[in-house]
């Protein structure tokens, strides 16, 4: 069931982007996908007639201190769902519904027939925190910084506008942007919470955002203290009026996931996190099993476990002991023991349309059950590539129990093949640096399926992409199969070469997708207008979200 509704919706999702394709404008309301995931905005109900009450905090959770605070750097929702509310961005997820774009920054904008000319015509008299009014020279710079980031600065959105924006230009009150082929995700992008719209003048006189937060959005940064909370006040001059309701919201910082849980059901927060700070299905059964009052919300977004190798250097430089390692790994334990009972069968691209079938992927090796037959070609490749007796190997992970688990997980599969490995178990900020000054021999990290078209999974594994950590950058079949796929409007024609790259990644193996989880985002009855819509890094501004107490 759970299956057929994220196809059902990915279909949806297709025909929303070939109808925009075509199009002669984009209209100030374009229809956003639909989610991929079970229970997104089609299966959300419409807000209840009910008169919001201003006041009150809002209170979450996070599993851990986030890296740093710019939006746009850091690739987790640790720091995304923080500090989102800070910011505005061109365009964003309709507040209420969070079911397709709507005006933001940009009060309407156009698409030209040929889908190489965007043109958004930006909203007057909104200010920044600090009083400075918003320009389009805020925006231009914004997103420059997005696509060629400065010294020392990772961009999450590098990788996608890059390679389709090919100028940017400033005509009155109007930002056109010019590409090099048309691009289906545009609004997608310039939606999510990473392209968030910064002040030119404030991060050039502050040298980065990685310490504050100062945006156009509905709450200022009171205050963030490392390990316990993060704290928003309402911002009195927002540019949509009578907004936000709250007066504030606060992030606790939670690292144990059994008292995150008992935190949610004795109502010391208002609602869980997202992502990693979620509930899992048992969780889920048994509180609503203890007060029906409750409301769990099915995660808008795919997560899942990766298991990513080092390919710069012994053992996994080989591409024989790389698939012994994806042959050793059993697939439907992983969701049995990993995603607690409750998942999708591992593959690149967890949704059913792209990529290889899953019906025609469990037959395959590395999928096929029973696994005497892998373990035992497993076995000859390590023996092969002079690992008869195994190695030693230390597996990196994040603190959340979904990498931690995971990676555990791993050494048991390993072992299977000799491979005696242990887990370490890093914080988010030495993990991020480690993985990306390649100081690792193999790590667990944890994709999202964020968007429902496949084109954000490139950033896991895609070469020079921020967040790929095997170092296959001498892998060009795969960059040519890459930028080559987001350029073809025709579904059926880039599914099929979707499908080759899965393919390649299955023979090259750069990572070793484990498992993708099904969650659950809690929510206690006081809370009005949450609605989880199409991805965990769009629509977090809490903006339209009041109190009913």
């Known amino acids: 069931m759970l299956h057929a509704q994220r196809k059902a919706s990915v279909i949806l999702c297709l025909l929303a982007i070939a109808v925009l394709i075509v199009s002669a404008c984009a209209p100030a309301a374009a229809p956003?996908?639909?989610?991929?995931?079970?229970?997104?905005?089609?299966?959300?109900?419409?807000p209840a007639a009910e008169t919001p009450k201003s006041g009150g905090t809002l209170i979450s959770f996070m599993t851990g201190n986030p890296p740093s605070l710019d939006a746009q750097q850091e690739s987790t929702i640790n720091t995304s769902q923080l500090?989102?509310?800070?910011?505005?961005?061109?365009v964003q997820a309709d507040p209420l519904t969070v079911d397709k774009w709507v005006p933001a920054l940009a009060e309407k904008w156009e698409m030209s027939k040929d889908g190489l000319t965007w043109t958004f015509d930006m909203r007057q008299g909104v200010k920044f925190h600090d009083g400075t009014p918003y320009t389009v020279d805020d925006a231009i710079f914004s997103l420059q910084r997005l696509i060629e980031p400065p010294k020392g600065v990772v961009s999450n959105m590098s990788f996608l506008l890059k390679p389709a924006v090919k100028s940017m230009t400033k005509n009155g009150n109007k930002l056109v942007v010019n590409m090099n082929f048309s691009f289906a995700v545009?609004?997608?992008?310039?939606?999510?919470?990473?392209?968030?719209i910064y002040s030119q003048k404030y991060v050039e006189k502050q040298g980065d955002m990685k310490t504050t937060g100062m945006g156009t959005g509905p709450f200022k940064l009171k205050s963030y203290s490392p390990g316990v909370s993060l704290e928003g006040v309402k911002n009195p001059d927002f540019w949509v009026k009578g907004r936000p309701y709250l007066d504030g919201y606060t992030f606790l910082i939670i690292k144990d996931e059994s008292t995150r849980l008992s935190a949610f059901r004795t109502g010391k927060v208002n609602?869980?996190?997202?992502?990693?700070?979620?509930?899992?299905?048992?969780d889920k059964d048994m509180l609503l099993k203890e007060n029906p009052a409750l409301k769990f919300y099915p995660s808008p977004s795919f997560l899942g476990s990766w298991f990513f190798m080092n390919t710069r250097k012994p053992p996994f430089q080989d591409q024989k002991v790389r698939k012994a390692a994806y042959l050793a790994l059993d697939r439907q334990a992983a969701i049995k023991v990993v995603a607690r009972g409750?998942?999708?069968?591992s593959k690149p691209f967890p949704v059913d349309p792209w990529g290889i079938p899953t019906g025609e992927l469990s037959k395959m090796p590395g999928y096929r059950q029973p696994k005497d037959q892998d373990i035992a070609d497993a076995k000859k490749l390590m023996a092969d590539a002079g690992f008869a007796n195994g190695f030693d190997l230390t597996i990196l992970a994040r603190q959340m129990w979904q990498s931690k688990d995971a990676a555990v997980f791993?050494?048991?599969?390993?072992?299977?093949?000799?491979?005696?490995?242990?887990?370490?178990t890093l914080e988010d900020a030495i993990y991020w640096d480690t993985g990306r000054k390649a100081g690792h021999e193999a790590m667990v990290y944890t994709p999202v399926w964020t968007f429902t078209d496949p084109h954000w999974m490139g950033r896991y594994w895609a070469p020079k992409y921020a967040l790929n950590f095997s170092g296959n950058d001498g892998d060009t079949k795969l960059t040519n199969l890459w930028d080559e796929q987001i350029k073809v409007v025709d579904v059926e024609?880039?599914?099929?070469?979707?499908?080759?790259?899965?393919?390649?990644?299955i023979d090259a193996l750069p990572g070793i997708s484990i498992v993708w989880y099904h969650q659950f985002i809690g929510v206690r009855p006081e809370v009005r207008n949450f609605y989880p819509g199409i991805g965990d890094y769009v629509g977090n501004t809490l903006e339209e979200i009041w109190l009913a107490k």
């Open 32 to 46: 956003a996908p639909k989610s991929a995931a079970p229970g997104g905005p089609a299966a959300t109900a419409k």
């Open 186 to 196: 545009m609004l997608d992008t310039l939606a999510n919470n990473y392209s968030a």
């Open 410 to 424: 791993m050494t048991d599969q390993l072992a299977k093949i000799g491979v005696r490995a242990k887990v370490q």
């Open 342 to 345: 409750s998942g999708e069968i």
């Open 493 to 505: 024609k880039r599914k099929a070469m979707i499908r080759q790259v899965e393919e390649h990644l």
């Open 271 to 282: 609602m869980t996190g997202k992502q990693f700070a979620t509930l899992t299905p048992p």
């Open 83 to 90: 500090v989102s509310p800070f910011y505005s961005n061109i």
